[in-house]
């Protein structure tokens, strides 16, 4: 999505918002090889509302050929969304990745694999993002809440009903028409959601379901974690001449356009850290 802007300038300028915290989504390569083969469902979303969200993950972090550098769909981020949706089908829940290093700047295993238990109140925080609060009267001290698994399950298929019967069968042009409807509800909080899990799991580590061979780190020059060998003084002190260069207005108005919070757009009470005068672009 998006015409005129490329996900390298998109990057550049989204970095100020620090990518949102990771929200862990999957347990190693035998879980998102289940959920990553086309034929068979996934661990919550069956195969056809997967091959509906690679389709939306497609128009909003596209890969060739459209973009030469690699997207959602190459870093298996639809795979990961669909393992953090069905992150409590497994002990411990596939919620927060253990530590403290992942093997890939020294150590002898990755620690990150080996994710933590919740504590009850943990568990009840994430149950309720993720499951909702399906009338459950522990979990709606606050009121009722959708989960996400509600918002996707209900979104994709009103992609379909919009779509005429596929939304992965549209050409991205009418997709992108459908995905940018201000005026669907659905669809928005759909895209909200879809956004914000696809940018998590695209840039975060890949043990949480995404980045399948480091795709999100490497172009964008992110080092990933690089305990316990750590950095040099040299490279504390010293400028980064790999990395990605200053943002263009081109960015920035593009950026603008995938969240409307930061062109100035009243921001939902449940997202009131938006509206923070450094996010919304003032």
Known sequence: MGEGISRRSFVRAGGALGLLALVPAGRLDALLAESARAASGGRFLTAHELDTLRAVCGRLIPGPPEDPDPGAREARVPEAIDLLLGA?????PMIHAGGPFSGRAGGKRDDFARFVPLDRH???GWRIRIEGTRGIRKREFAGPVRGLQQIY??????LDDRAAGSFALLPGGAQDLILSDQSDGQVQELVGAAFANALEAMYGAPEYGGN???AGWSYTHWPGDRQPRGYTDAQVSGLDASGPG???AKALAGLERFLPCLAGAPTPRGRF?????GLRGR
Do not use: C, I, K, N
Request: charged share 25%.
């Open 88 to 92: 409590f089908e497994v002990s411990p």
């Open 122 to 124: 943990a568990e009840l």
């Open 153 to 158: 399950r209900e979104g994709l298929a009103h």
């Open 212 to 214: 399948h061979g480091l």
């Open 246 to 248: 200053a943002v263009d």
């Open 273 to 277: 850290w938006a509206g923070h005068r």
